[in-house]
């Protein structure tokens, strides 16, 4: 297949477009009071129920015909890699420039809706979600606060970590977030109970699960990535000041779990392969991975990947500025790749189920202006000066977060993700 190909969606082949011929994420929208599975091109999204009941996907393996009418993208991932190959393909072939076949756009032209007119739902039924701590660069910067002069913890460098977050709160882009309240420990006196003055947002990237594995059968490292089906963007919204009292012992509590935005697009794995690369080598004295966590040799497990962060507050909004760009981070960044998380999150026989969400916890790179979240920018720094003459330190009310990402280079077309994006509600009185 070409590097680039063209599309008779003319708005897909925009240079500058999130969503080209090459990319073809998969979310759910709404349609007549259903929920509908559907692929965004360009400026479109193409119905894939309407185009399973209208004979569009003849000759797909049944199940595959099937997963597509419904109401959630759980069947089609559990279906595992050559389905969904073979779906894409089909798409691909029923959306590319030279299926220059009129009749076939004319059928197909009433299954295509512009997105800025739909509501787009949840695009995956989550049962089980887990946020790990893969970027070394923020696990150092938030290590010196507490540990000046060895930030990481001994187990860092040989073990992915990760804890279980809350499913029931993951809610979709474009959805308010109510500031949380919570214990507040301040200095030596006893805690309150009040609204977080510490909201912060965090950038990452969530791995949607596949097929998943039996209870008790561990995924290996080599087969990790035939149960990722794709990426979307994650905020895990944190309240630092709610964290910072309970965490001790067992963790993040009530400090994480108000809630965690994903964005509408899930971009297929398939479709970031022309921007993978071995991972880079590691530092001399970084110890030896162990047997199971080792990706056989030449394995391209780094995805060049730009992220960002834009801030706009209220007052920004009513004097019509622009969002902010905050930071520019790249998911190479990580220390532990997808692929990792998998094979650890298994290792002990865990069972890991279609639609599964695993997040790599706050992507930050090692230069000023790449911190993936507000701690690590205010923390080391002075306030942030917004346009409109505000500073931050932390996030106010009605202040709206934006996550951002894409990959390009010569040759290809660019691939996006669309936007994450969350606005701040004051807290619920306290009664």
């Known amino acids: 297949m070409a590097a680039i190909q063209v599309s008779w969606i003319e708005s897909a082949n925009d240079p500058t477009s999130d969503f080209p011929l090459q990319n073809l994420p998969y ?54 890699p050559t389905a969904w190959t073979s779906l894409r393909k089909r798409l691909t072939d029923l959306l590319a420039a030279d299926a220059n076949d009129s009749p076939l756009q004319g059928r197909l032209r009433p299954h295509l809706f512009q997105q800025s007119e739909v509501r ?48 029931s709160s993951i809610i979709l882009s474009g959805q308010s977030i109510r500031r949380p309240c919570g214990q507040i420990k301040l200095g030596d006196h006893d805690p309150i109970f009040a609204p977080t003055r510490s909201l912060d947002f965090e ?14 059968q561990p995924i290996p490292v080599t087969e990790a990535e035939q149960h990722i089906f794709g990426l979307c963007l994650v905020n895990d919204w944190s ?49 030896q991975h162990l ?12 995805i060049d990947l730009t992220l960002q962060v834009y801030l706009q507050s209220e007052q920004m909004h009513q004097l019509q500025n622009a969002p902010v760009l905050l930071t520019t981070s790249n998911l190479k960044n990580l220390y532990w790749s997808p692929a990792q998380m998998v094979a650890h999150h298994t290792s002990n026989g865990c ?24 701690l690590e920018m205010t923390t080391y720094q002075s306030p942030i000066q917004l346009p409109s003459g505000e500073q931050r330190r932390y996030l106010e009310d009605g202040d709206t977060v ?21 606005t701040i509600l004051p807290a619920q009185p306290i009664s």
């Open 291 to 302: 047997s199971y966590l080792q990706p056989s040799h030449g394995a391209l497990t780094e």
């Open 351 to 374: 069972n890991l189920r279609p639609g599964d969400m695993l997040a790599t916890g706050t992507i930050s790179g090692p230069q000023r202006g790449s911190e993936g979240c507000l």
């Open 203 to 216: 950038l990452e990237i969530g791995l949607i699960i596949g097929p998943g594995n039996t209870l008790g």
């Open 120 to 167: 787009l739902e949840l695009p995956v039924s989550i049962g089980d979600y887990t946020d790990f701590y893969a970027s070394i660069h923020h696990a150092m910067r938030v290590g010196r606060l507490f540990r000046p002069e060895n930030p990481l913890l001994p187990n860092y460098k040989h073990i992915p970590i990760g804890y279980h977050g809350r499913s």
């Open 239 to 287: 309240a630092r000041d709610i964290q910072s009292w309970e965490y001790q012992p067992l963790g993040p509590f009530l400090g994480k779990s108000f809630a965690t935005t994903i964005s509408p697009w899930i971009v297929p794995l398939e479709a970031l392969a022309p921007f993978r690369s071995p991972a880079a080598k590691r530092a001399a004295d970084d110890p």
């Open 402 to 422: 934006i996550l951002r990402a894409h990959t390009q280079k010569e040759g290809f077309s660019r691939i996006g993700f669309g936007e994450c994006a969350g």
């Open 27 to 80: 979310g759910v929208f709404q349609l007549g009071g259903a929920s509908h599975l559907c692929t965004a091109i360009g400026d479109r999204l193409l119905d894939l129920h309407g185009c399973a009941t209208d004979g569009f996907f003849k000759g797909l393996p049944q199940p595959v015909a099937e997963a597509c009418t419904a109401t959630t993208l759980n069947l089609l991932l559990a279906l595992g």
